[in-house]
């Protein structure tokens, strides 16, 4: 132990400035070999880790190999400085081996794994000297001070070694972590290498430097009996958005964009600020939005101007952000949301390449598809389930989730004849490419489930319209994903809010009802669904009279559509809170002359079909219609909206159909050429039994209720009329 | 945000209505420079530090408490500051009743000392307002002379190296915006009928207001945009203090016009904000039901007509106690502008919102009989 040097170098995790001092410090002690922060499994990646295909953001991921959901991720970007250890490693042949709590006692707790608590001992020393950003604290402070990286870094741990002093909350999972971390070490040392390098959070540095070790049996006292799990690694892609996320490393980085500048900057030896404003100029420009060159130098001089006002010894990203939206955004911050998306945060997309060990998502779907047997075969196989039995359901469930994931391994095929909802029929074939669609799935989650219910609420999240919403509820339900149906709800409940086109809430009853309706049977919560379909209606009722005005041909088409599919989804749920707005928007529709035929006509037949309406108003209202003071062309617009549907209307009602009979009768020639081709595209709709009854009836109206039975056999007729009756659940009365 | 305090009648003295800044805070602008060492940029009186300070508020080294003149985001000031430190000039933009006026005198006052050199904006706002014009008789008697010019607050800003403001820029013709241009970019306004050029001395800066709800009055011309700082000023962060703020303003308010209402039990005040709040955020308080915005601002300025309204009907015409009854008429004339859209966003949010809070329903009554 005494011929090895152990060098301690306590890094801000995600900090580009500690990646940089990282660097410099590593050239300087050249180590024989480096101990990287973090469960020891992960040594099985540092093979792969020096794969060029391997392209950060990348995660090394670590997790539960019964229960894949159960995982800690490590998140690496370019600039944090165990990925720059491992690389520098890499390209050295330098073993790398990574110590910390294993992951096997980790995940192994009751739990859900949460190693992502843990403090930022660096941003509380840069906050202490007045900075809002560690990242320029590290550089004024340590950067700019001392010639040696190795000093600086002691400085650091003699820095941390007080703040611990100070604080003297030390809690058990950080002692625990510590003494793992040892006891790796000790088993480095052992090896008798010269030089040794530790790279961890600047926390742990003073309780890793060789002086302050306690005994080994303590450590090893410490760590008996911890409950163990077996575990699996293995690197996912990750996205600099995810970078954010509090998991594995510290608590997630808010701004990985921002780092990337610095830590590239600093790298290449570029202007910061400058370099910074031009590339926002760029962003904003490609939004087709001015900033000119003359703006970056303003921006670039207001920047420091204001970290003057504010006392810093340097421009941090707050005075970049405000500088860009005083004088190149004119105060609006709507630009500056882009510059946060596209800059600050990043669109980065890490690789991961082929080789490396399986996806615990692949690894789910394969335990999956065990279990349900279902096999994975290159060639098209049919399957017909039938959603009553519980294995089949699941796989249905299996399927549809998939599909959400973008991996449509099955795809809905016509199930028949059958007009039953409880029978789906699919056609399932497994293609190579399916397993690259795994691989970025994986992202979203390490089960199918996890993953697909993430990816839906991400979905819902930028979804384009309401419709696409609605249809995202009927996905939610089929693939069985109650807490991505809370998502998809709460989304479409803001945007029902912020919709003013009442056709597009129109459009959103139906599948709503559906889902309340029906939701019960798949054991959703559809409380929630009631609470937005009851919103929507009452949006859409108050809206609806307005938003009937003034429409043209096509547009009133659209609106009958509408409101006949909302009336349908109105009906389904049969709540008072839902039907009574609604039947009374539709009343006033009906009520209304001004309203284009079309939906007024339809408002009319809906309200007599659910009795809401008498037939002595309707047909006083369609005698107004169609009287001869109107437009002709109009009121056969009435009608056609009137009379689609069931034609037996006609049949039934002979006040109705000698109104129709009398207006067509009175028509001029002229007008009536014009009536025409509206009239037969209207009567053409129904079939042609109707249309002949409904001639016979015109060519004899003094005939009541239809041809009169001449010659009926009443002995012929009983027995089929008691089975109706008996059908019908009818007493049955004596026959004499 | 608006400001919060009302201006003080002892303060200022000589019986004016309305004392100016510098000399309403005469003690606390001598104060702040008695402590501040920090540099100061060339003529101005303060660093930029203690100008910061002077509007924000705080307790000073010598335990001088200065007062708050701007209630809301720190880094606003900070930028304002640091605009008329970098020697560009500084527009605030904002919504009626975000304090743009009250931030531009005071911000005058802290740096030159001098809130007076003010153009106020109008349709016939001139060139000679913004360049300078003639003392005609003296031109007629003398011929062109130095003496015969009259000089604009912004010639005059110039020449002392002090700031000047400009109200309500947006008003002001286009034609007339664009002799700004060639002041703020060349720092220099020639006289050709003398030929002689006044150049601005450092310190010389032009803090501009306009109300960003006002869209095409007169917008600014691009290169006029390019040339200014532009800082938009939010209305009030917390429920609580834009309350505060219409309490304290309507009550002033009441004092002046002499109704006797009773303001200490206003209730309606923070259902009135409340309601203007959401409106205007498109979501309800307590962040669960999302509502449409309608076209009208509803900022602060509005609440407190509403209220000045109802009480002054509680007062005429009621039993002094400011009701639902009162509010509701002008708080759906304030909401709803634009007959259609507008319409059917307050119905919706009567629906919605006000139907499901039991403890409003006077509230809702009144405002279903109104619609």
Request: glycine share 8%.
């Amino acid at each position: 132990m005494t011929t090895t040097r152990v060098e301690v170098l306590g890094i801000r995790h995600h900090g580009p400035g500690s990646a940089r001092s990282l660097l410099g410090a590593l050239d300087e002690l050249e180590p024989e070999v480096l101990v990287i922060e973090g469960a020891p499994e992960l040594d099985a990646l540092v093979a792969s880790a020096a794969d060029a295909n391997l392209v950060p953001p990348v995660a090394a991921l670590a997790y539960a190999a019964e229960t894949p959901r159960r995982a800690v991720f490590y998140p690496l970007a370019v600039f944090s400085p165990e990925w720059v250890a491992l690389r520098w490693a890499a390209a050295r042949g330098v073993p790398v081996r990574f110590a910390d709590l294993p992951a096997a006692h980790v995940l192994a707790g009751d739990e859900r794994a949460e190693v992502g608590r843990r403090t930022d001992p660096i941003g509380a020393l840069a906050q202490a000297a007045g900075y809002d950003d560690a990242e320029r604290w590290w550089e004024d402070a340590v950067e700019h001070r001392s010639g040696s990286s190795l000093e600086s870094f002691a400085a650091i741990r003699e820095a941390m070694a007080e703040v611990r002093a100070a604080s003297d909350d030390e809690d058990d999972e950080n002692l625990v972590r510590e003494a793992a971390m040892r006891r790796v070490l000790r088993a480095v040392v052992k090896e008798g290498p010269a030089r040794v390098a530790v790279v961890c959070g600047a926390y742990h540095a003073p309780a890793l430097h060789p002086d302050a070790w306690p005994p080994a049996t303590q450590d090893t006292k410490r760590l008996a009996g911890l409950p163990r799990t077996k575990v699996a690694v293995t690197w996912a892609p990750w996205t600099a958005n995810r970078l954010a996320l509090a998991s594995g490393y510290g608590a997630g980085v808010r701004s990985p964009g921002w780092y990337q500048h610095l830590f590239v900057s600093w790298q290449q030896h570029d202007e910061v600020v400058t370099g910074w404003l031009s590339r926002v100029a760029r962003a904003l420009r490609d939004e087709g939005l001015d900033a000119s060159p003359a703006g970056v130098v303003e921006a670039t001089r207001m920047a420091e101007a204001l970290a003057a006002v504010r006392a810093r010894p340097s421009v941090g990203l707050s005075e970049l952000s405000d500088a860009t939206q005083t004088v190149l955004c004119g105060g609006s911050d709507l630009p500056l949301r882009l510059i946060d998306e596209r800059l600050v945060i990043g669109e980065d997309l890490g690789r991961v390449p082929d080789t490396v060990p399986l996806t615990p998502l692949a690894q789910d779907l394969a335990r999956l598809q065990r279990s349900l047997r279902v096999k994975p075969t290159a060639s098209t196989s049919s399957i017909t389930l039938d959603l009553r039995k519980e294995a089949q359901r699941e796989r249905s469930v299996l399927l549809h989730r998939l599909r959400l994931l973008g991996v449509p391994w099955g795809r809905p095929t016509d199930a028949g004849r059958s007009t039953g909802t409880f029978k789906e029929a699919w056609d399932l074939r497994w293609e190579p490419e399916l397993a690259v669609g795994l691989i970025e799935a994986g992202l979203y989650g390490t089960t199918v489930h996890e993953a697909a219910e993430a990816k839906l609420v991400e979905d819902a999240g930028s979804a384009p319209d309401l419709a696409t919403l609605g249809r995202m509820v009927g996905e939610c339900l089929t693939a069985d994903l109650p807490r991505g149906l809370a998502a998809v709800v709460d989304t479409l409940a803001e945007r029902t809010a912020h919709q003013h086109d009442v056709l597009a809430l129109l459009e959103a009853i139906e599948p709503l009802a559906r889902t309340q309706r029906y939701g019960d049977v798949r054991g959703a919560d559809t409380r929630k669904v009631a609470g937005v379909l009851h919103i929507v209606v009452t949006r859409a009722a108050v809206g609806l009279r307005a938003a009937c005005a003034s429409l043209d041909d096509d547009a009133a088409a659209a609106m009958r559509r509408a409101v006949d599919a909302a009336d349908r989804g109105v009906a389904l749920v049969e709540l008072a809170s839902v039907t009574d707005p609604w039947r009374a928007a539709v009343l006033a529709v009906s009520a209304d002359d001004r309203i284009h035929g079309l939906v007024a006509g339809r408002a009319n037949r809906l309200l007599l079909d659910r009795g809401a309406l008498g037939s002595d108003d309707v047909a006083r209202r369609m005698s107004r219609r169609l009287s001869l003071g109107a437009d002709a062309v109009a009121g056969a617009a009435w009608l056609d909206g009137f009379l689609e549907g069931d034609p037996l209307l006609l049949l039934h009602d002979p006040a109705l159909l000698g109104l129709v009979d009398t207006w067509v009768a009175g028509a001029e020639e002229s007008t009536f050429e014009d009536l025409l081709p509206l009239l037969r595209r209207t009567f053409s709709r129904f079939d042609a039994a109707a249309r002949r009854q409904i001639g016979v009836r015109l060519r004899r109206p003094d005939a009541e209720h239809g041809p009169a039975p001449t010659d009926l056999d009443l002995d012929r007729g009983l027995p089929a009329a008691l089975t109706v009756a008996e059908i019908l659940g009818l007493a049955r009365v004596d026959a004499s | 945000m608006t400001d919060p305090s009302i201006p003080d009648p002892q303060a200022g003295g000589d019986g004016v209505l309305r004392a100016h800044a510098e000399d309403q805070y005469a003690a606390e602008l001598a104060a702040l420079a008695d402590v501040d060492d920090r540099p100061r940029p060339p003529r101005w009186r303060l660093s930029p530090w203690a100008v910061t300070t002077y509007l924000l508020g705080g307790r000073l080294v010598d335990g001088t408490e200065i007062s708050a003149k701007y209630v809301g985001p720190r880094r606003l000031i900070e930028i304002a500051v640091a605009s008329l430190a970098t020697d560009r000039a500084l527009l605030l933009l904002g919504v009626p009743g975000t304090a743009k006026t009250w931030v531009s005198e005071h911000l005058a006052a802290a740096v030159s000392g001098s809130s007076t050199l003010v153009v106020q904006g109008t349709a016939g706002t001139a060139e000679e307002s913004l360049r300078y014009g003639w003392n005609y008789a003296r031109l007629l008697a003398e011929g062109p002379s130095r003496a015969a010019l009259v000089e604009s607050p912004v010639m005059r800003a110039m020449e002392s190296g002090s700031l000047v403001r400009i109200e309500e820029l947006t008003r002001i013709p286009a034609d007339v915006q664009d002799a700004l241009i060639s002041i703020l970019s060349e720092k220099s306004l020639p006289v050709p009928e003398l030929d002689l050029e006044v150049q601005a001395l450092a310190g010389f800066n032009v803090i501009a207001t306009a109300n960003n709800r006002d869209k095409g009055v007169n917008d600014l011309s691009s290169a006029l945009k390019r040339r200014f700082n532009t800082l938009v000023l939010p209305l009030p962060d917390s429920l609580e203090q834009e309350v505060e703020i219409v309490r304290t303003r309507v009550a002033a308010i009441g004092r002046s016009l002499q109704l006797p209402a009773d303001l200490e039990s206003m209730s309606e005040i923070a259902r009135v904000v409340q309601i203007f709040r959401e409106l205007r955020s498109g979501v309800t308080l307590d962040q669960r039901t999302t509502v449409k915005s309608p076209s009208a601002t509803l900022s602060t300025a509005e609440a407190i007509s509403v209220m000045t309204n109802g009480s002054a009907l509680a007062a005429h015409f009621g039993d002094g106690v400011v009701r639902a009854d009162d509010v509701a008429a002008s708080i759906t004339g304030a909401v709803v502008k634009d007959p259609v859209q507008d319409r059917i966003v307050w119905q919706e949010y009567l629906e919605t919102v006000v139907k499901d809070r039991p403890e409003w329903t006077d509230l809702y009554r009144a405002c279903r009989e109104l619609a």
